[in-house]
């Protein structure tokens, strides 16, 4: 794919309240993240450590709020919608207006990316490509959502959306999903072998699974570090979002 692939993006705010009703501001927040964490060219990039600087990934995808809705009339790419729901799970109901909220719009043309208050200190989910086209996209909780506004930190720098856009990408968590055994593959050759997942904001090098002497890529985006310490796809990583690209979300690239 020789070009830059731009992917139209529908964002339906599900608001309980005016304060997770988000302002245009925080939605543009959010979508420069992704313009910049999708192309390698987010500033902590820099913060990669020297050993793994040559293993960056740049994923060639921008994001762009929808112009035209699925019937062809102009729309700013936000929808908005009041509910009585006071919190969200990850059960989808979210996504269905039957359920006081908002439907998917067509998902072989657009990312939904749903906006709401999730329970429980769920951050985000998404769905993996292969899925029901109408609970097709992500879910974000309002307070993890751009880098204004409601986004409160340590996960105010945008970075759930990003982690969620992987998965959705078909990216799975680099610890491989076992738990915190050795055994469990993410299915990427360049992310080392490591055991679970990573929290917080942890120190290079930290070693797991016999990894050493550079460790756990705990920058990664398809761990679990606070926002500030996630920063970097590998190229591994990229060619697994391509193989995507070209298989089960192939109707973007039109
Ligand atoms: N699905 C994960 C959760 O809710 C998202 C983790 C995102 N991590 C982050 N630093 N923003 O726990
Ligand atoms: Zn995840
Ligand atoms: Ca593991």
Request: glycine letters at 12%; aromatic letters at 10%.
């Amino acid at each position: 794919r020789p070009d830059v692939l731009t992917i139209d993006v529908v964002v339906h705010i599900v608001h309980a309240n005016d304060e997770q009703d988000l302002s245009e501001e925080q939605i543009d927040s959010q979508i420069a993240v992704l313009n910049e964490d999708f192309r390698a060219a987010n500033p902590d990039i820099k913060n990669v450590p020297t050993v793994w600087q040559g293993l960056v990934g740049d994923a060639r995808i921008e994001f762009r709020r929808a112009s035209l809705d699925p019937d062809g009339n102009p729309t700013t790419g936000v929808t908005r919608r009041r509910t009585d729901v006071r919190a969200f799970s990850s059960n989808d109901a979210v996504k269905f207006a039957a359920q006081g909220a908002a439907d998917a719009w067509p998902a072989d043309r657009y990312l939904n990316i749903w906006v709401c208050r999730l329970s429980g200190g769920l951050l985000g989910y998404a769905q993996f490509p292969g899925g029901p086209a109408d609970t097709d996209g992500v879910v974000i909780t309002y307070t993890g959502f751009g880098t204004t506004g409601t986004a409160s930190a340590p996960f105010d720098l945008g970075r759930t959306t990003t982690h969620e856009i992987g998965h959705w990408l078909n990216l799975f968590h680099i610890g491989g999903d076992d738990g915190t055994g050795c055994s469990g593959s993410d299915f990427v050759s360049d992310t080392p072998n490591q055991a679970g997942q990573n929290f917080g904001t942890p120190t290079f090098p930290s070693i797991t699974c016999n990894n050493g002497p550079n460790g756990d890529m705990w920058m990664n985006f398809m761990d679990y570090t606070d926002d500030v310490a996630m920063y970097m796809f590998t190229q591994g990583q990229v060619l697994r979002v391509e193989a995507c690209l070209a298989g089960p979300r192939q109707g973007l690239l039109v």
